[in-house]
């Protein structure tokens, strides 16, 4: 069947230059084909900043060459990791001048929703906020449960706000190392207020305890037998509860739990010498409370720089860093070097199977790795 109908307008003289069905296409020859070949998709080489670069881009507070310094840091490569390190240690001086303020509680406590109103406030006051995550779910599964940034919109688009969304792990340490990292270089670039959000699952809120000054706990009311047990360990990291979304009708109720609240905390320790950790009511909806937050964070900021507490934690902090830093790099090494990769698999064959004790194959990988 043919189909090939010519529109009226075809050239007549010249009936192959005009096609309404599909033909083969005509074979380029010689030099044209010579051309064809060349002309392939090049992958446009982004030029890397040098450290010099990233350095001056920093120090300006440059977002642009902020993200690029914290992509950085963030990277799994070896050779970015030195570079990052060269970009740290030149920083080292610019960074330390903020409050760290670490905010953690369940999935819908309304972390993200009340850092987007405090951070907007603080904006508004003239501070600089940064804000970074810390999902201990990209580490575990690949996943995400904080995976919304776009509810901080709006503080998104303030001028005076940087949003950063959580590092995956990789080796050469993980997120811990790149949440910490990214912190310091959010102040070298002249954020005075850091923000880290965290998921209150297993581990991540003692991770972040350790890298801020502040850490506050978003609660729900109706807590109840749960309040008891459960939360107790985090209780007793906090330096301030707040029972969230304390608008509307929950707003009796909230009263009511941050009451509960206050007397559990009466029994514990308290997560900072010196400083009475409380209960507090707030609405990130009607923002209620918001800025009471921030005369609270601000009084234990003073106390803290008066009686020497706030320093002594920042010192023990750094050394609470090298040691855990020492602790990665020596598994990096261990787990890297080629004798040991070569022994490990058949060594862990003969544990499962009964054949070899866990201390002697544990004694042969290590004179392996300390004999090459
Ligand atoms: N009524 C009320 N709802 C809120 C408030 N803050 C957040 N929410 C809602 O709670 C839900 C979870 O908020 P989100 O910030 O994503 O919680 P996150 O998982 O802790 O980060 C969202 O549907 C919010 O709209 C508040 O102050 N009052
Ligand atoms: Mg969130």
Redesign the pocket.
């Known amino acids: 069947m043919n189909t090939d109908h010519k529109p009226e307008w075809s050239d007549p003289n010249n009936p192959g230059s005009c096609s309404s069905s599909v033909r083969k296409g005509k074979e380029l020859e010689g030099q044209a084909a010579a051309i064809q070949k060349n002309i392939r998709f090049q992958k446009r080489r982004s030029v890397e900043p040098t450290v010099e670069e990233l350095y001056a881009g920093v120090i300006k507070g440059d977002r642009g060459i902020l993200a690029r310094a914290i992509t950085l840091v963030e990277s799994n490569a070896e050779q970015h990791f030195q570079k990052a390190q060269q970009l740290l240690q030149k920083l080292l001086h610019n960074s330390g001048n903020s409050i760290r303020i670490g905010i953690t509680?369940?999935?819908?406590?309304?972390?993200?929703?009340?850092?987007?109103?405090f951070g907007t406030y603080l904006c508004s006051l003239g501070h600089q906020v940064a804000v970074l995550a810390i999902d201990p779910s990209s580490s575990i599964s690949g996943g995400s449960?904080?995976g919304?940034k776009t509810?901080m919109e709006h503080l998104s688009r303030n001028p005076r706000a940087f949003i950063r969304p959580s590092p995956t792990a990789g080796k050469l340490g993980g997120v811990h190392r790149k949440t910490k990292e990214a912190m310091l270089l959010c102040e070298a670039a002249g954020f005075d207020v850091i923000l880290i959000?965290t998921?209150g699952v297993g581990q991540s809120e003692v991770i972040i305890r350790d890298m801020v000054d502040f850490f506050m706990l978003?609660v729900l009311t109706g807590a109840g037998d749960e309040l008891q047990g459960m939360k107790k360990g985090i209780m007793e990291l906090a330096d301030a509860i707040l029972v969230?979304?304390?608008?509307?009708e929950?707003k009796p109720k909230a009263e009511q739990t941050r009451k509960e609240y206050n007397r559990i905390l009466h029994f514990l320790l308290p997560a900072t010498k010196g400083w009475a950790t409380k209960a507090y009511t707030?609405?990130?909806?009607?923002h209620e409370g918001i800025s009471e937050i921030w005369d609270v964070i601000q009084s234990f900021e003073q106390t803290g720089k008066r009686s020497g507490v706030f320093e002594n934690r920042r010192k023990a902090q750094s050394r609470e860093w090298l040691y855990s830093m020492i602790t990665d790099q020596l598994q990096f090494y261990f787990y890297h070097h080629k004798g040991v990769k070569h022994e490990l698999p058949k060594l862990e064959n003969e544990v499962i199977a009964g054949n070899t004790t866990v201390a002697t194959a544990v004694e042969t990988l290590f004179q392996t790795f300390l004999n090459e």
Do not use: Q, W, Y
């Not at 819908?108 to 987007?116: N, P, Q, W, Y």
């Not at 707030?282 to 009607?286: A, Y």
């Open positions: 509680g369940v999935p819908g406590a309304g972390k993200s929703t009340f850092i987007e109103e449960i904080l919304d509810r959000e998921v978003l969230h979304k304390a608008d509307g929950n707030c609405s990130s909806m009607t």
